[in-house]
């Protein structure tokens, strides 16, 4: 998909409040856990050794911004990846800090000591 450019207001208004939603580092594991499996808000927390307040709130900005679906049992909530698009995103942002870090450890390593 190639993207409008210059980029309409309301688009660029999408793409940034994407950005912000994987801004948290709590999000980014949460995303990370899910990966591979449906989870209950309970065991979420309990894997990232968090509150269950606190994991709500990150997971209804995650279901807001259209990454996560939440899927109700009783009075449970389960949430799953709904937008696989998000791992391509996250796997492009680790590359590029793969070469940040390479170009970095490069200029450290071959710089004379003073």
Same mark, same amino acid.
């Given at each position: 998909?190639?993207?409008?450019?210059p980029?309409?207001? !309301?688009?660029?208004?999408l793409?940034?409040?994407?950005f912000?939603?994987l801004? !948290?580092? #709590?999000?980014v594991?949460?995303l990370?856990? =899910?990966?591979?499996e !449906?989870?209950?808000?309970a065991?979420?927390a $309990?894997?990232?050794?968090a509150g269950?307040q606190?994991?709500?709130?990150?997971?209804?900005v995650?279901?807001d911004a259209g #990454?996560?679906a939440?899927?109700? $049992?009783?009075?449970?909530?389960?949430?799953?990846i709904a937008? $696989?698009?998000?791992?391509a =995103?996250?796997e492009?942002?680790?590359?590029s800090?793969? !070469?940040?870090?390479?170009?970095?450890? $490069?200029?450290?390593?071959g710089?004379?000591?003073?």
């Open positions: 998909m190639t993207l409008p450019h980029l309409p207001d !309301e688009l660029a208004a793409i940034a409040r994407r912000r939603a801004g !948290e580092p #709590m999000r594991r949460i990370d856990l =899910l990966r591979d !449906e989870l209950s808000v065991a979420l $309990e894997r990232l050794g269950q606190n994991v709500s709130k990150h997971l209804a995650l279901v #990454m996560l939440r899927r109700k $049992e009783g009075t449970h909530a389960y949430y799953r937008d $696989e698009g998000v791992f =995103l996250c492009q942002v680790c590359g800090l793969q !070469e940040q870090l390479a170009a970095l450890n $490069e200029l450290i390593g710089a004379p000591v003073a």
